[in-house]
């Protein structure tokens, strides 16, 4: 059997689609995703195979922008695999961007799984990313147990939380000096573009969050979908008028009497604590409802700390999100911003798939400047690949990282060190994936 690993040719689109999951209607996402879902509806909603036309309509949307990189895995010319990579921008601790190649829609059919097919389409992608300057990857994994091996290490995190409407009081605040209002698809979509601007670049800008690709906020919607029934669209404005805040949330028809009155907050992102605090006060005390639930929250809600009772905030499931792997270590680690000064030497010898970044590092940093290039020096400690992807964007523990064996230090200040230069006050945290 003759096997090859390259770019799908555009009149071999139809066939690429084919072997990915969410084309051929078999299961796409981890089994227990439904625990996220807030609704009385089966989650993920069944799906029938794509239509040839659909496909050469996804083929028609996705080739041509210059962002959606596909790869394919053929076997004696017949396509048996594919993944692909999404050029975006994701924002470091700092608020400074990188490019990174966002790695989705991964899948290797049944009878020629096991052989490396993914390893090798991975590599393709990795060294493809390299050269269009990319620095990073990440990716949602579908398991927990494949894409270590690959470098990469939950980076994100996402929280589900519910909250009984009758619990969901404020500490007293001042008044709100600005407004909200109930807008359609269109107010939607002209202002989360801005609020998630302001979002990224506030609070020194939140880590883990993706520039949109062209066409993301158009999805945004008046349809129903289902008993989950259409999707709500909540705007703040601050005294000015100017939007500084936006909110999705849905109320699901129920079958049941046990999940009557519960409200789903797809999206919450405000710019500020005021509409921030507005936008949660209307949805906790909704009228004819009886319990929100949050599904896609960061780890670090501030909302716990308004709460009058903060116990009332019942987290239900947390899950990582988004995992990383640095392909170009130097270069992405002088890109971001760092927790003081000072000189870290640490070494690498594990990164099979991209070796240039076997080396010991030398990482100088004012706190915001930072040079980090190769060095003769001893490492102060070792770090292994995936360890550094969850070191990177602030939210991980190096000591944590060292119990569990993928950090050693050789030095004795070695681990605090690290964890004052990398880790940050807020949580890495995206609003929406790929
Ligand atoms: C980012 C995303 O797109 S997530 C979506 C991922 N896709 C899916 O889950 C769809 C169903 N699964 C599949 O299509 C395939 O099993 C894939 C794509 C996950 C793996 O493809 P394969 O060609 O079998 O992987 P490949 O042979 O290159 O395996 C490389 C290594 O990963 C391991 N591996 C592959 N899949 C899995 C898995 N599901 N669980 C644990 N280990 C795995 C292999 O054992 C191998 O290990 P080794 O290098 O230590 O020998």
Not at 52 to 62: I, N
Not at 174 to 196: C, N, T
Not at 295 to 316: F, H, I, K, N
């Amino acid at each position: 059997m003759i096997t090859e690993v390259r770019p799908p040719g555009r009149d071999e689109m139809r066939a690429y689609y084919r072997v990915l999951p969410f084309a051929n209607g078999l299961p796409q996402w981890e089994p227990t995703d439904a625990a996220w879902h807030g609704g009385p509806e089966p989650w993920p909603p069944r799906r029938r195979p794509a239509t040839d036309e659909q496909l050469d309509e996804w083929a028609r949307k996705d080739v041509g922008g210059g962002l959606f990189h596909p790869v394919a895995a053929f076997a004696d010319g017949v396509c048996v695999g594919g993944s692909a990579m999404l050029s975006y921008r994701v924002t470091v601790p700092g608020g400074g961007t990188v490019g990174m190649g966002g790695v989705t829609s991964t899948a290797v059919v049944a009878t020629h799984r096991r052989r490396g097919l993914l390893r090798r389409m991975m590599r393709a992608m990795f060294d493809a990313a390299l050269e269009r300057g990319e620095l990073l990857a990440m990716l949602s994994a579908s398991e927990g147990g494949i894409y270590g091996r690959f470098g990469f290490s939950p980076a994100t995190h996402r929280t589900r939380w519910e909250l009984a409407r009758h619990q969901g009081g404020l500490r007293p605040a001042a008044p709100d000096p600005g407004s909200l209002e109930l807008v359609d698809a269109a107010g939607a979509q002209a202002a989360w573009p801005i609020v998630h601007a302001l979002v990224r670049a506030g609070r020194a800008g939140r880590a883990g969050e993706l520039t949109p690709l062209p066409g993301h906020w158009e999805r945004l919607s008046d349809e129903p979908n289902g008993t989950d029934g259409p999707p709500r669209h909540l705007v703040h404005r601050d005294r000015h008028g100017a939007v500084d805040g936006a909110a999705r949330f849905r109320l699901p028809w129920s079958p049941t009497a046990a999940h009557a009155g519960t409200l789903v907050v797809e999206a919450l992102e405000a710019a500020n604590p005021a509409a921030y605090r507005a936008l949660w006060a209307l949805l906790l005390d909704f009228d004819l409802t009886r319990t929100v639930v949050a599904p896609g929250r960061p780890r670090d809600e501030p909302l716990r700390w308004m709460l009058a009772d903060p116990r009332a905030m019942r987290v239900t499931r947390q899950s990582d999100n988004l995992w990383a792997r640095l392909l170009d270590v130097p270069a992405a680690l002088s890109r971001r911003a760092y927790g003081g000064a000072d000189e870290l030497v640490f070494g690498i010898d594990d990164d099979l798939m991209c070796p240039a970044n076997n080396r010991t590092w030398l990482l100088r940093t004012d706190g915001v400047e930072t040079v980090c290039v190769a060095t003769d020096r001893a490492a102060e400690l070792t770090l292994t690949t995936p360890a550094l992807g969850s070191l990177y964007f602030g939210g991980a523990s190096v000591h944590d990282l060292a119990y569990a064996g993928r950090a050693t230090p050789h030095t004795a200040d070695a681990l605090a060190r690290t964890a004052r230069l990398f880790r940050t006050d807020t949580e890495p945290h995206n609003s929406f994936g790929f």
